[in-house]
């Protein structure tokens, strides 16, 4: 791992955080607390604060009010070496086209200082099943294969805190089916996940924990009571106040 013991945490929370883009609000004193072992699933309308949320979490957003606490302690606190416990899959998959697979997770694992590289990348490759195309370049690749390569990317320095912007974007079923094998993984592997989804389907069943968001608003709901798609339904149906 590219950090020490000392940066390692088992919860993250989230203490009456704020942000504001000039006057529109994004989040609005939002509380929650994530521990490891879990996947958590962020449904909301677009620009409800989900992506937000996922940007403070990975200390890419600085909170305009309240903090985060990995551990125990903030970002401020844990410096740089933050950086190299959390993993993070958005909507730019930070890939390299103009390199083949191998190449790419080669880089970002060397810029993580990972030791063991070669068994790294070979490791990463099985996963995302395109050891048949590890020597490719990537600007041949599908969208599918392409989400594939970058959810290990993003995984490679084998992070505590992952954090996925519609990771089921543009993957088969096929596809989607490793994707959940992969989190299942994580979550009996002692990571925290928490996923930014529209894709009740391949959630349902797949989720602990059930977080919806609406104009900058968290409301938890049951993950184990009926559809998950009708119980957001209802709830988005409700006043909030």
Known sequence: MASGPACDFSTVEVVDVSRHFGRRR????????????SVAGLFGPNGAGKSTLLGVLSTLV?????????????????????RGRIG?????????GDLSAREN??????????????ERVAQALTHARLE?????????FSRGLR?????ERALIHQPR?????EPFTGLDDESAGLLTARLRGLREAGAIVLMATHDFESADGLVDRVICLKAGRV??????????????RRTMAEAWS
């Open 26 to 37: 994004a989040l609005a004193k939002t509380s929650l607390t994530f521990t490891a072992g």
């Open 62 to 82: 600085r909170p305009t009010a309240g903090e985060v606490r990995y551990g125990g302690q903030t970002a401020a606190v844990l410096g740089d070496e933050l």
């Open 88 to 96: 993070v899959l958005g909507h730019d998959l930070f890939l390299y």
């Open 105 to 118: 997770l080669e880089f970002f694992a060397r810029l993580y200082g990972l030791r063991n590289v070669p």
């Open 132 to 140: 048949d195309r590890a020597n490719d370049r990537v600007a041949a």
């Open 147 to 151: 989400q594939r390569l970058a959810l």
């Open 161 to 165: 805190l992952v954090l996925l912007d």
């Open 219 to 232: 409301r938890e709901i049951d993950a184990g009571r009926g559809s998950l798609r009708e119980q957001y």
